[in-house]
C-alpha cells in the first residue's frame, strides 16, 4: 500500500508528527520557502501588473526533487507548512512544484503539534488559500520594490550596502525621533511636599500634598517650597475623609506575539530574537522522555488572544483542582481580539494542562523552562478569577484652628490598598509599565495605612518632606517598547517584529546600551535621507495603511493589482525626484575641515565610506589620500610610567584605553581607569573599563588576576547615602528607566540629571 506524504515547514516537526500519524505515513520537510524573488536583479515585471518572478532557491533544487519523487508514489500529498501567509505562500510553490505528479494534493492546517490537532486536520482537508497567497505575494513585492528601489540611493550618497527596508525604516525613525526629543528635552524643575503625621491612636503615616487652595500645587523652586513648609509648621491637621471602598483587577489575556515579546523582555530580559527562537523550539516539539517529542505551546506567531472551547473547558479543571473552586469565574473569560488581527489563530498558550513546567523541567533547557512557565501561568490566570482589594484613602486638610474646627487651605491625601482576595494573581503576578515622566515618589518611607482614624480627628505633625524633582523626557524605546509601539500603531506583523529589530543592529543603524535602543550617527543620517526624501512612504500612517491593504486582499475585498498600481505611482514618483538630486543629498554629507592634503595641498573633507565617517582628499579621485578620524584625545591626570608624559583617552577595536600622549615615540598603554578604589577589601587596584571576547564591556580591578572583582554594571563614583559605599552601579530597567544601584545595600537610588 502505497504511503500518504505529510510535508511540512522545519525539519524539527518531522519526528514529532511522524510519530502521531504511524508508518502509513511519509513526513518530509521543505526547510522553509523553495522559492523567492532573485538576489541579482529585481525579479518583478512592473509592467506586466507587478507579476514576481520566482525562482528555485539556490541549494533547494534537491530538496524540490524529494518532494516530487515523494509525490509520485503516494497515494495522497498533505502540505502542513506554518498556518499564516508565508505558511500558505510556502505551500503554494510547493503544489506547483508537484501537481503534474500527484492529482490528490490537500492543504491542512493546525494550530497547535499534538496527536488530536494533527490527525484532526488530516481528516478535514482544505485547499490552499489562494487569497493567503495573494497577500504574502504582495508583501514580498512591495518589500522588494521599496528595498532594490531606494536602497542604491542610500549606496550612492552615503556608501554601498545600506538598506531601506519599507517597514524597518519606519521603526527607524521612531527611534530617531524619539532620540531627538529627548536631546531636545529641557527639565523643569518641580518640589513635591509629604507630612509625617500621627493620630491619637495611630501609628505614625505619610501623606501627600495634593493641593493649596483647591488648586493642585506647582512649586516650581527649592524658595517656594520653603516657605510653603515654613507656612505649614504653623498649621493644624486633621482628618478630612476617609473613603473605603472594594475593587477588583482583572487577568490579562493569553499572550499574542506581541505581548509575549514584551513580558519576556522585561522580566527575563531575552531579545525578541531569542524569545521566538525558544517559542519555535516549545512550538515544533521537545523531547519528553518515554512521551518522545511534543509540541508544548500553540502557534506562536499570531495577534489573536481567542481561546479555543476544549482548551478553555481544560485550563478551567486545571484551576479548580489546583486552586479551588473559589479561584474559577462562574463564566469563562472571553478576550476582545483587536481590530485587524488575524483571528485563524488562537493565543499562544500551552498544549496540554498535563505539562506542568515543574514536571518536565528536567527535559527543557533553563531558557526554555522559564519561557514555557511564563505562558503558562499567564494562561492559567487568564481563566481565573478576579483579584479583590479593599482600597483606603484619607484626605487630611492643614489651616488654622478656630472653633476645635480646621480650615483647609492645604489638603494632603494618602492612598493604600490590601489584597483580600489573591485570584489571578496566585499565579501571574502582573504589573503595569510605569510612565517614564512622571517622578518616581516610592522612594518615600514607607507607612502602613492607618485604620483606627475619624473624620474631624485632629493629627499631630511629626516631620515635613520637601522632595526636589525634575520633569524627565519619554524613555528610550527599549525592544520591549517598541515591539509595543509597532504593535499599537498597527506597523508590521506578529512574524515581523523581531527580524525588524534584528536587522536595524545588524545594519548598525541603532545600538544597545543598558537595554536601551539608541540610533548611530549612522541611522540618523539614513532616517534624514529616507524621511526628508520619501516622508509619503516612509511614516507611520503609510506603513499602518498598507498592513490594512494587505488584510483587504486577504479578505478578497481588495485585489493584489490595484494594491499595486496605488502604490506605484507616487513612489515611481519621489524615486525619480530623489534620483535626479542625489549628487546634492550627497554633497550635503560632506564637511569641510581646515586641514589641508599632505599628499596635493587641496583642503581635506569629512565623508562617508564603508567603516564609516572619514577624512579625504576633496581632489579624490585624482589625489587618494584618506585618514581615519582621530576622536578628540582628552587628557587625563595620569602619567605615563615609562617617559612622564600625560596619558590620554584613545578608542581601539575593544575600546577604551590609556595611552600614552608621547605616542608613537612612546608605545605605553593601559585600560581606561573610572579613577574608582577597588571596593574588595585590602585591595589598592582601581577600577577599570575592560571588553570580553565577544565585545561586551564589562568592569573589573586593575589588579586582576590577584584581584577577582568584576561587575557588568558601570560603577559611579557616588557615595550611597544609605550605607556609606564608596560606589554605586548604573542601572535601567523599562519601569523607571535609568537609576543608580547600591549593590552593598540593594538601595536604588534617583539618576542624577548630568550623570546620563
Known amino acids: 500500500m502505497a504511503k500518504s506524504v505529510v510535508i511540512v515547514e522545519s525539519s524539527a516537526k518531522t519526528k514529532t508528527i511522524k510519530k502521531f500519524l504511524g508508518k502509513n505515513y511519509q513526513v518530509l520537510s521543505s526547510v522553509g520557502h523553495i522559492k523567492d524573488l532573485p538576489k541579482g536583479n529585481l525579479g518583478i515585471d512592473i509592467e506586466n501588473d507587478f507579476q514576481p518572478q520566482y525562482i528555485t532557491i539556490r541549494g533547494k533544487g534537491k530538496t524540490v526533487t524529494e518532494l516530487k519523487k515523494a509525490a509520485i508514489t503516494a497515494e495522497q500529498v498533505f502540505i502542513a507548512t506554518d498556518p499564516d501567509r508565508e505558511g ?40 490552499i488559500a489562494i487569497n493567503k497567497v495573494e497577500a504574502q505575494k504582495a508583501r514580498r513585492v512591495l518589500d522588494r520594490l521599496v528595498g532594490y528601489k531606494v536602497s542604491p540611493i542610500l549606496w550612492q550618497t552615503i556608501y554601498r550596502g545600506l538598506s531601506a527596508g519599507r517597514v524597518q525604516s519606519v521603526a527607524l525613525r521612531l527611534i530617531v525621533e524619539r532620540e531627538r526629543e529627548i536631546l531636545a528635552f529641557v527639565p523643569q524643575e518641580y518640589w513635591t511636599i509629604a507630612a509625617e503625621l500621627e493620630g491619637q491612636k495611630s501609628d505614625p503615616f ?36 476617609i473613603t473605603k471602598k472594594k475593587v477588583s483587577r482583572k487577568p490579562a489575556p493569553p499572550f499574542t506575539t506581541s505581548t509575549l515579546q514584551q513580558a ?36 506562536m506567531r499570531t495577534d489573536s488572544t481567542r481561546i479555543a472551547d ?41 498544549t496540554s494542562m498535563k505539562h506542568e513546567p515543574k514536571k518536565i523541567k528536567k527535559h527543557l533547557s533553563n531558557e526554555q523552562f522559564r519561557l514555557y512557565e511564563l505562558i503558562w501561568n499567564r494562561f492559567i490566570a487568564c481563566q481565573m478569577s478576579d483579584a479583590r482589594l479593599d482600597q483606603t484613602t484619607i484626605d487630611v486638610k492643614a489651616g488654622n484652628l478656630t472653633n476645635n474646627e480646621v480650615s483647609e487651605e492645604y489638603l ?153 498600481n496605488d502604490f506605484y505611482q507616487p513612489f515611481d514618483q519621489a524615486l525619480k525626484t530623489t534620483t ?80 600614552c600622549s608621547g605616542y608613537p615615540e612612546c608605545k605605553s598603554n593601559k585600560p581606561f581607569s573610572l579613577g574608582i578604589p577597588c571596593p574588595k577589601d585590602s585591595c589598592d587596584g582601581k577600577i577599570v573599563e575592560r571588553r570580553t571576547k565577544r565585545g561586551k564591556t564589562f568592569y573589573g580591578c586593575s589588579k586582576y588576576p590577584d584581584c577577582d572583582f568584576a561587575s557588568w554594571y558601570l560603577p559611579v563614583a557616588k557615595k550611597c ?20 544601584y547600591c549593590p552593598k545595600c540593594k538601595t536604588k537610588h534617583e539618576q542624577d540629571q548630568n550623570s546620563e
Open 580 to 659: 535626479s538630486k542625489k549628487d546634492l543629498i550627497r554633497d550635503s554629507l560632506i564637511k569641510d575641515t581646515d586641514e589641508v592634503c599632505p599628499e596635493c595641498g587641496k583642503s581635506l573633507i569629512i565623508r562617508w565610506g564603508r567603516n564609516g565617517k572619514f577624512i579625504g582628499c576633496s581632489g579624490y579621485p585624482d589625489c587618494r589620500f584618506t585618514s581615519p578620524i582621530e576622536g578628540e584625545q582628552v587628557e587625563t591626570d595620569e602619567v605615563c610610567e615609562k617617559c612622564g608624559k600625560p596619558m590620554v583617552v584613545k578608542n581601539g577595536r575593544f575600546g577604551r584605553f590609556l595611552a
Open 264 to 299: 519576556a523582555a522585561n522580566r527575563l530580559g531575552y531579545t525578541a530574537k531569542k524569545i521566538m527562537a525558544i517559542a519555535q523550539q516549545l512550538y515544533e516539539g521537545i523531547e519528553l522522555g518515554e512521551q518522545g517529542s511534543t509540541g508544548l505551546i500553540t502557534y
Open 88 to 127: 500558505e505562500a510556502i505551500a503554494w510553490h510547493i503544489f506547483e512544484e508537484i501537481k503534474s505528479k500527484n492529482s490528490h494534493i490537500h492543504r491542512i492546517l493546525f494550530n497547535e503539534i499534538t496527536e488530536r490537532a494533527v490527525l484532526e486536520a488530516i481528516e478535514n482537508p482544505l485547499q
Open 310 to 350: 476544549e482548551a478553555v473547558a481544560e485550563v478551567r479543571e486545571y484551576v479548580a483542582s489546583s486552586y479551588g473552586l473559589e479561584y474559577v469565574p462562574k463564566q469563562a473569560r472571553t478576550f476582545k481580539v483587536k481590530k485587524g488581527a488575524q483571528d485563524a489563530h488562537e493565543a499562544i498558550r500551552p
Open 721 to 740: 547615602d544609605n550605607c556609606g559605599s564608596p560606589y554605586v552601579e548604573q542601572r535601567y530597567n523599562q519601569k523607571i528607566g535609568n537609576y543608580l
Open 206 to 241: 505619610f501623606s501627600n500634598l495634593i493641593k493649596i487652595k483647591d488648586k493642585k500645587p506647582e512649586i516650581k523652586n527649592e524658595k517656594s517650597s520653603n516657605k510653603i513648609v515654613d507656612d505649614l509648621k504653623a498649621k493644624k491637621y486633621a482628618v478630612k475623609s
Open 412 to 564: 494632603f491625601r494618602t492612598t493604600g490598598s490590601i489584597i483580600t482576595f489573591r485570584g489571578f494573581l496566585q499565579a501571574y503576578e502582573d504589573f503595569k509599565e510605569n510612565d517614564n515622566n512622571k517622578d518616581d515618589d516610592s522612594d518615600l518611607p514607607k507607612s502602613k495605612i492607618p485604620d483606627n482614624l475619624k473624620i474631624g480627628e485632629i493629627l499631630t505633625l511629626l516631620d515635613l518632606i520637601p522632595k526636589q524633582h525634575f520633569t524627565k523626557p519619554s524613555a528610550r524605546f527599549s525592544e520591549s517598547s517598541l515591539v509595543k509601539e509597532l504593535d499599537m500603531l498597527g506597523i508590521g506583523r506578529p512574524s515581523t517584529y523581531a527580524l525588524i529589530i534584528s536587522t536595524l543592529l545588524f545594519r548598525k543603524y541603532i545600538e544597545k546600551n543598558l537595554r536601551q535602543l539608541v540610533p548611530t550617527e549612522l541611522g540618523f543620517t539614513v532616517n534624514d535621507i529616507l524621511i526628508q526624501n520619501f516622508p509619503a512612504i516612509f511614516n507611520t500612517q503609510f506603513t499602518a495603511k498598507m498592513e490594512d491593504e494587505l488584510d483587504k486582499i486577504e479578505a478578497t475585498d481588495k485585489d493584489f493589482t490595484s494594491v499595486m
